[in-house]
Structure formats: C-alpha cells, structure tokens
Antibody
Framework: EVQLVESGGGLVQPGRSLTLSCVAS????????MHWVRHSPGKGLEWVSG????????GYADSVRGRFTISRDNAKNVLYLQINLLKTEDTALYYC?????????????WGHGAVVTVSS | VMTQSPATLSVSPGERVTLSCRAS??????LAWYQHRPGQPPRLLIY???TRATGVPARFSGSGSRTEFSLTISGLQSEDSAVYYC??????????FGGGTKVEI
C-alpha cells in the first residue's frame, strides 16, 4: 500500500525558512515523479512544485519560483520542499503527491498534508 | 490557464451534473479530474481526460480533448459533495489546476 507522510510544518514568522519532508513507502520511490500541492484557506488547490524520478527535471509555480526548492533522496525514499522567505500567503496545507505512473504525472496517491502557518 | 465552470452547483440526489474545464491552449489528452472533500486529501478520479482511476465508480465519466473537457456525475449521491478540480499535465512542468467547482447536494 502506498503511504506518503508529510512532516515539518508549523507556525513560522514571515521571512523565515522551513523544510517539509515526505516519507514514502509501499512503492519503488525512484520510479516516480513527485509533487507538492498546497491548499490555502478559502482557496483552491495549487500545484507548487514537482520533480522527476531522477531529479533531472524540476518545476515550480510562478508564485513560488525563487523561494521554494524541491529535492529528493531516492536512497531514503524522502521528498523535500525547502521554503525560504516565507510570506503570509504561503499559509496552507501542503500535500505530497506521487505521480500515477511513469508517463502520467497526475497525482495518483496523496499524503494527508502538513500545515504551514506563516504569522508574526 | 485552466478555467472551470460553474463555480458552484446545487443539485439533488439522483440527478446528473456536468462540470466544465477549459484550457487556454491545447493540453491534448493530458487532463485529470480530482475530487476534494473537506478534511481529506484530493482523490484522482479521471486521467487521460476519460480514463477512470482505480476504484472510481462508473457514475463518474470524463470526456473532451485539446481545450474543452467535462466531468459528468450521474446518479449523484450525498458523498459526492465536494470540490472538483481539473488539472492539465501535458508537457509538465507545470501542472496546472483549475479553480474548482463546488458541488453541493
């Protein structure tokens, strides 16, 4: 069974940094692209960032490019999202998602999310 | 840019609804639909514009190509109350969500 468990969220002051982690199990982690998607209060889902299976391809939403860095450790089955210069608008539930297949990057499996609250 | 309509639908159990999703440029068949219930992670319903994901009931169906897509839910049940999102994944990155359609039953 696929399991994705996010951690690292919390209450953070604006301008500070945070790193989210997603521990994966139940599948061959280094075969799949992975993504971070966030859900801000009162807003819709927003794809934040994605990374290919071998880290050769990374992508970011325009709203976070330059402040967020996605990475993965295939030896440890862990996906990361480093967030710098946090803004109040980064407050959201951050989901880790596994691509459906090698050729379909849509999110086939999801974690339950990590809450990030940015406030002074 | 992915644009969904309507923003909200209020329907009765047993009815059939069609949700629309329009892409600002062709995404070929790289279109997915998700169901998002409060307090739960999103659930993939449809990928490839029309293929149901594993375990998704047959009352959910997707259609369309290039820039015009739709999700039809037949025989609505109370547990179908949720926000539904389309997402394009053609030539990612990026993956782009639509703004969502809230279905109230």
């Amino acid at each position: 069974e696929v399991q994705l468990v996010e951690s690292g969220g919390g209450l953070v002051q604006p301008g500070r940094s945070l790193t989210l982690s997603c521990v994966a199990s139940g599948f061959t982690f280094d075969d799949y692209a992975m993504h971070w998607v966030r859900h801000s209060p009162g807003k819709g889902l927003e794809w934040v960032s994605g990374i290919s299976s071998n880290s050769a391809i990374t992508g970011y939403a325009d709203s976070v490019r330059g402040r967020f860095t996605i990475s993965r450790d295939n030896a440890k089955n862990v996906l990361y999202l480093q967030i710098n210069l946090l803004k109040t608008e980064d407050t959201a539930l951050y989901y880790c998602a596994k691509s459906l297949s090698l050729t379909i990057p849509a999110g086939g499996s999801w974690g339950h999310g990590a809450v990030v609250t940015v406030s002074s | 840019v992915m644009t969904q309509s309507p923003a909200t639908l209020s329907v009765s159990p047993g009815e059939r609804v069609t949700l629309s999703c329009r892409a600002s440029q062709s995404v070929s068949g790289g279109l997915a639909w998700y169901q998002h219930r409060p307090g739960q992670p999103p659930r993939l319903l449809i990928y490839g514009a029309s293929t149901r994901a594993t375990g998704v009931p047959a009352r959910f169906s997707g259609s369309g190509s290039r820039t015009e897509f739709s999700l039809t839910i037949s025989g609505l049940q109370s547990e179908d109350s949720a926000v539904y999102y389309c997402q394009q994944y053609n030539n990612w990155p990026p993956l782009t969500f639509g703004g969502g359609t809230k279905v109230e039953i």
